[in-house]
């Protein structure tokens, strides 16, 4: 390997920025209950800014009990008159709709969520909003063959359900909660996350122009005790929830007197594990994108990294190569790899964790970067030398940040990879497909990677073994959640 | 001269061995007429986590089996009970059954077992899937056992109750430790006997008898138990063991259904957790290959 890393940047990217104008994005938005925008019954409204300057974009409704009580009492009429007495293949109908009327603006959303979330524009446009909308398209199409799912059974829907998604993914988490729960029948209180609510309701427009009877899906915005006024609530069927895993526990706590169905999706740690045979400029390529796409802001980022000894030098030199020519900066640039970091609170999280990973002793690479003046940033960043007790080993950082430890042996790997109490992804790099599928055979975790990581997509179940959640989210398993069998 | 009966030491069963509890204590369930059945073991906390330890050493070997040896081995518990179906019958009067009754639990427990051995290398292939996504990667989700469970057997139904809370699980490649029925513990001991002499791996299934209430609270707080079944619990043990299965995020599974009748892969499951796999598949072929 030759000495130095660097690579030559005679031609940098000119600026590509997308046009922020595209995006209508008003002044105050209410509640969406029953069908209209609803004033908070406090009068209270908080702002939601772009992380990328700190500057306001709008303000939203703060949302209540009582508030959260009129959406619940809309979800429930619906669901007791046009929602449950409609035909199964209607109700697809207007599923197939919203996936239509959301990929016509799809633009507009992509814009709007990078603005609202700090992501990267590349990842909004090519990911988050497309995927949003075929789940919408896929789990429309379920809507009158339920009975082809469950042999032997005759699903039915559970009631209303009650959704709280976290700011990583606003749109697609709305999508991957609502799209099922209409597709099987039931109806939706939904709580967007408070640092990212504009998506959501940007959705509700959608869903307004699509015609969906009032009260099918009903959106409140507010923070945690506003999600907390959905789990709670008497009236609610099922709850779902995707965020940590101390506040999935404390919801599992607080229902656990009632009859509620309950789905959790929560954190996560996960090894992405890298064999001496693995395709070493690939396996790079997936260690970059396991773990600085959308910020490290994702439950399943490979944010610890397991080499094999032998090519271990070989890895972590072209991995920082690779790392020197990451694009940190505007979101809305669309040569932009990392964007801002959420929020300021999440920011002060990730740099509580680099400090503890110096202090336990790993080793720091972060390369040279230009980082705009304002706004919540975070180098790529790669610690070496981690002990397996270590904190940047141990917690969920929700950052971009990368552990690295070695191994000499495959039952090391499988070892060390399941030594956490999450086991919600994992990935394996290696040529040979029997030692692959002993690997993937052998990690605990609901989703797997081989020679790949971060894809993701309607048809396919997502959720988590152990302490990262119990249910799946997507495909034909993701219907289960939502109906009694 | 009459010949002097002897009479049964009733043991609990953990990792293939027959101990009496650890605690040296023991209950004396009363049976058909008030006639105390013996003095049965009181397992305690400690017995629990003894049988926790060896369903833990049990499930890589079980959980990777054969689907087929699997299937094989509980139709081997089936053909076992046939042979002493006469002795669960009379254990089974003996704690108050009449002799129909009897005959008809033995005979439905029996089928249980061919029942869901039947399934162990059937329901995968029901219900797993192959997953059409958008880009070009092969990817599909299969059915993996949760890895240990708790279970607590129907008050009830002292035979067909157990196994069928127990079947599903490890059918599914589970290991488990079973509490048997407090009042009706007879069966379960000897049960343990059959399972000892099906080729079933030593610590697949843990038996205790003793007391639910003691026992429920360390099944559900135990941080190396996955998953925790039961069926006949009061509203107020549901509730109490939803809370604090939070300490590792057990999955709690509580049947609506009698386990003793439920015929379905369904309770299996509900111990099993869904894996999906992603992996490329090359594009390189121009003109869509072989088409």
């Known amino acids: 390997m030759p000495k130095s890393r660097k690579i030559t940047n005679d031609w940098p990217y000119a600026p590509a920025p997308e046009a922020a104008k595209i995006a209508k994005v008003a002044k105050r938005y209410d509640h969406f209950i029953n069908g209209k925008w609803t004033a908070p019954k406090s009068g209270e409204y908080f702002k939601t800014t772009n992380p990328a300057n700190n500057r306001k974009l709008s303000e939203v409704a703060d949302g209540n009990e009582a508030d959260v009580d009129a959406a619940v009492k809309a979800a429930r009429a619906a669901y007791e008159g046009s929602w449950g007495k409609m035909s199964a293949r209607e109700r697809g109908k207007y599923v197939y709709r919203i996936a239509r009327l959301m990929q016509e603006r799809a633009r507009e959303f992509a814009i709007i969520e990078t603005l609202d979330g700090g992501k990267s524009i590349r990842e909004s446009r090519d990911i988050d909003v497309p995927l949003a909308a075929n789940h919408f398209f896929y789990n429309a199409g379920w809507a009158d063959k339920l009975d082809y799912a469950f042999p032997n059974r005759k699903p039915k829907a559970l009631g209303v359900a009650g959704q709280v998604i976290p700011w990583n993914f606003p749109l697609l988490m709305a999508a991957w909660k609502i799209a099922p729960a209409l597709a099987t029948g039931n109806t939706v209180v939904l709580k967007p996350a408070e640092t990212t609510p504009l998506t959501a309701l940007k959705l509700a427009e959608i869903i307004e122009d699509s015609g969906l009877p009032d009260g099918v899906v009903n959106i409140v915005t507010g923070a945690g005790e506003t999600g907390a006024a959905v789990v709670n609530h008497p009236d609610v069927n099922k709850v779902a929830f995707t965020g940590s895993t101390a506040v999935g526990k404390l919801i599992q706590k607080s229902v656990a007197g009632s009859d509620k169905r309950v789905t959790l999706e929560l954190g996560g740690k996960a090894a992405n594990i890298i064999l001496e045979d693995a395709a070493i400029d690939q396996a790079v390529e997936g260690i970059v994108n396991g773990i600085y796409f959308n910020q490290g802001h994702v439950c399943c980022a490979g944010s610890r990294l397991f080499v094999q000894e032998s090519v271990f030098d070989e890895v972590m030199w072209k991995l920082k190569r690779r790392m020197e020519t990451l694009i940190v900066g505007d979101p809305l640039d669309k040569n932009t790899d990392i964007g801002a970091i959420n929020s300021r609170e999440q920011l002060k999280t990730i740099q509580k964790h680099l400090k503890a990973g110096v202090e336990d002793g790993a080793e720091m690479f972060q390369p040279k970067c230009d980082l705009p003046s304002s706004g919540n940033w975070c180098p790529p960043t790669v610690f070496t030398n981690v002990a397996q007790s270590s904190r940047i080993a141990q917690e969920e950082i929700f950052g971009p940040v990368l552990a690295v430890q070695t191994f000499r042996t495959v039952p090391e790997a499988i070892e060390k990879a399941n030594n956490t109490p999450y086991g919600l992804s994992a990935g394996v790099w290696c040529d040979k497909g029997a030692r692959l599928f002993q690997l993937t055979g052998a990690l605990d975790a609901g989703v797997v990677w081989g020679n790949t990581y971060n894809q993701f997509d309607p048809t396919s179940p997502f959720g988590g073994f152990k302490e990262s959640g119990f249910g799946r989210e997507g495909g034909l398993h993701g219907l289960a959640a939502y109906l009694e069998l | ?291």
């Open chain 2, 1 to 291: 001269m009459s010949r002097l009966e002897i009479l049964k030491t009733y043991k609990i069963y953990i990792g293939g061995k027959f101990p009496r509890t650890e605690s040296g204590r023991y209950y004396v369930p009363e049976g058909k007429g008030g006639k105390p059945l013996g003095n049965i073991c009181q397992s305690s906390r400690k017995d629990f986590r003894n049988a926790v330890v060896a369903a833990r050493s049990a499930l890589g070997g079980w959980a990777t089996r054969a689907a087929f040896n699997r299937s094989q081995i509980l139709y081997r518990i089936g053909e076992m009970l046939e042979g002493r179906s006469a002795q669960f019958e009379a254990e089974l009067q003996q704690q108050g059954s009449s002799a129909s009754a009897a005959t008809k639990e033995v005979q439905a427990a029996i089928d249980l077992c061919i029942y869901y051995a039947g399934w162990c290398d059937k329901y995968q292939q029901v219900f797993s899937s192959v997953n059409p996504v958008s880009s070009s990667h092969f990817n599909f989700s299969i059915y993996e056992p949760v890895g240990v469970v708790a279970a607590i057997a129907p008050e009830k139904s002292s035979v067909a109750g157990l196994l069928g809370t127990v079947l599903p699980t490890i059918a599914g490649g589970n290991s488990c430790v079973v509490l048997a029925s407090e009042s009706k513990p007879l069966c379960a001991v000897t049960l343990a006997e059959v399972l000892a002499t099906s080729d079933l791996p030593g610590g697949v299934v843990n038996l205790l008898t003793g007391n639910r209430e003691e026992l429920l609270p360390w099944m559900i707080g135990h941080m190396d138990v996955n998953s925790f079944v039961a069926s006949d619990l009061t509203d107020e043990q549901v509730a109490n063991a939803k809370a604090a299965s939070i300490s590792n995020l057990k999955r709690i599974v509580i049947s609506k259904n009698d386990p003793a009748k439920e015929e379905s892969p369904y309770p299996i499951l509900a111990t099993q957790e869904v894996k999906t796999t992603w992996h490329p598949i090359e594009s390189s072929i121009a003109g869509g290959g072989k088409y």
